[in-house]
T-cell receptor, first 112, second 114 residues
Framework: AQSVTQLGSHVSVSEGALVLLRCNYS??????LFWYVQYPNQGLQLLLK??????LVKGINGFEAEFKKSETSFHLTKPSAHMSDAAEYFC??????????FGAGTILRVKS | EPEVTQTPSHQVTQMGQEVILRCVPI?????FYWYRQILGQKVEFLVS????????KSEIFDDQFSVERPDGSNFTLKIRSTKLEDSAMYFC????????????FGNGTRLTVT
């Protein structure tokens, strides 16, 4: 069975600082990995996905994530945080199809 | 950009009542899903639907739940006799295919069972 662990339920950064949201996965077979963002009162929006092509995946809004098989990690980064990045971020894994297994989410707060 | 729409945004119902949550997936998508998120918990897969039948369902999706695509545009989730523990945010999603295309989620329906 697949699982996802997101380290840190809340992360706070200053505007302009590096954003690093951590995600570790468990899967017995090569996984597909995703990051979704949820703004208040909105649905889940796909930021980026890894599907066994390039290990460094670039997404929308300046975010990127690197798949590291040896560390079973798929951390999300952004070089410079913007106030509009404040939201909840979810890492998810799937093996087959679109039955996603989500992490618990990390709420990102951006301080001015 | 096309989007998945869900109605209503908030539904309040009494325990034991039937509720129907409605979704309009993106028009050229073939795969449809329901997920839910109980307050403070993870987003959980409920069911996937393709070619007018359920392709996969989770343990949560028991006999109290059913899905239907009554026409060419709507996709519904019915809960026959709601329980307090059914209170959650329910997300509909759709995708072009089952593997390589991403899920597009609606904004969710917040179901409150009293």
């Amino acid at each position: 069975a697949q699982s996802v662990t997101q380290l840190g339920s809340h992360v706070s950064v200053s505007e302009g600082a590096l954003v690093l949201l951590r995600c570790n996965y468990s899967s017995s077979v090569p996984p597909y990995l995703f990051w979704y963002v949820q703004y208040p009162n909105q649905g889940l929006q796909l930021l980026l996905k890894y599907t066994s092509a390039a290990t460094l995946v670039k997404g929308i809004n300046g975010f990127e994530a690197e798949f590291k098989k040896s560390e079973t990690s798929f951390h999300l980064t952004k070089p410079s945080a913007h106030m509009s990045d404040a939201a909840e971020y979810f890492c998810a894994v799937s093996v087959y199809g679109n039955k996603l297994v989500f992490g618990a989410g990390t709420i990102l707060r951006v301080k001015s | 950009e096309p989007e998945v729409t869900q109605t209503p945004s908030h539904q309040v119902t009494q325990m034991g009542q039937e509720v129907i949550l409605r979704c309009v997936p993106i028009s050229n998508h073939l795969y449809f899903y329901w997920y839910r998120q109980i307050l403070g918990q993870k987003v959980e897969f409920l069911v996937s639907f393709y070619n007018n039948e359920i392709s996969e369902k989770s343990e949560i999706f028991d006999d109290q739940f059913s899905v239907e695509r009554p026409d060419g545009s709507n996709f519904t989730l019915k809960i026959r006799s709601t329980k307090l523990e059914d209170s959650a945010m329910y997300f509909c999603a759709s995708s072009e295919d089952s593997q390589n295309s991403p899920l597009h989620f609606g904004n969710g329906t917040r179901l409150t069972v009293t």
